[in-house]
């Protein structure tokens, strides 16, 4: 029997409504602080509250705005799934799939948080703001039509986690870095490809069924996906550690790969064993050592950052 994460269980005490807004994946929207944290030093520094207070309220002010705007797609999506749900050992629980929620409060919640935090993300900032916006149309398409395509709903999965790093340096008016596209871009197709796999290995023959895309891939395709964007994400960052121009040109950065490393292969030790069963965003966000390492990950990076400038 499949785990099902807190927002999937039959029961509880959470509403249905919370529980279909997936606060769980909530933690996600953290990527919305990269530029926060790799700007130390140069835009902020931590003994000057009055040089990251501002940019830090700027984040968890963009951070609640990509929580909210990423539930409307998920209430949207649900709706829209509901019959395929019904058929995966996990998803049938959800609260609209089970008939706890009724579609027409989902679509009526959706349309809210999408209208309270694309607005609000365009006072914050333009380019945010408009960052934002664009997520919300892409994930509806997604939703609606887009997710049947092969590959192109790996991509547009993937396209969600830079767009929320986009948005977090255009919120702290912190320069956008080439290296910031290439890492998040293979980060986010290693986690969106764990999720197909997952998917495909859960449901097997009746994978289709409840994602049509899943007829498309088999289970070498997707091994290979997962390799090699495995390996494009830990190279990437590697490569990042050494020759952007944003970092020290000792290449002490180089420190944070090991915390790096170890995340990405502790996760992929987990999916493929004990946690197979689960979500791969739950896996990612409630494992200890995983936790640990991207404690360790941020610590290192800006203790290296804040000594070298």
Request: proline share 6%; hydrophobic share 55%.
């Amino acid at each position: 029997m499949s785990a099902a994460a807190p927002g999937e269980r039959a029961g509880g005490l959470v509403p249905p409504l919370l529980m279909a807004m997936r606060p769980y994946q909530w933690p996600k929207n953290v990527v919305v602080f990269a530029a926060f944290v790799f700007s130390a030093g140069e835009a902020w520094t931590p003994g000057d509250p009055e040089s990251w207070w501002p940019l830090l309220w700027r984040s968890l002010v963009l951070f609640g705005l990509w929580c909210l705007a990423a539930s409307a797609t998920y209430l949207l999506n649900d709706v829209r799934d509901r019959e395929a749900d019904r058929l995966h050992p996990r998803k049938r629980l959800r609260p609209i799939a089970s008939g706890r929620l009724r579609t027409g409060t989902a679509l009526g919640a959706a349309a809210v948080l999408a209208v309270v935090s694309i607005p609000a993300a365009i006072v914050l900032d333009r380019v945010a703001g408009l960052v934002l916006a664009g997520y919300v149309v892409l994930m509806a398409l997604y939703s609606l039509q887009l997710k049947r395509v092969a590959i192109l709903d790996i991509l547009l999965l993937g396209a969600g986690v830079v767009g929320r790093a986009v948005s977090g340096a255009a919120a702290i008016e912190v320069d956008i870095s080439p290296w910031l596209y290439v890492c998040s871009s293979f980060a986010a197709f290693f986690v969106a490809t764990t999720k197909r796999w997952a998917e495909f290995r859960q449901l097997g023959p009746e994978a289709a069924k409840h994602r049509p895309s899943l007829a498309a891939y088999n289970a070498e395709v997707l091994e290979l996906m997962l390799g090699v964007s495995a390996a494009g994400a830990l190279l990437s960052y590697s490569l990042y550690t050494i020759e952007s121009a944003r970092v020290p040109a000792d290449g002490s950065m180089a420190l944070t790969i090991p915390f790096v490393a170890f995340g990405l292969f502790r996760f992929l030790l987990l999916m493929s064993g004990p946690r197979q069963a689960e979500a791969p965003d739950r896996v990612l966000f409630t494992d200890p050592q995983v936790l640990l390492a991207v404690a360790g990950f941020t610590a290192t990076a800006l203790a290296v950052l804040v000594a070298h400038r």
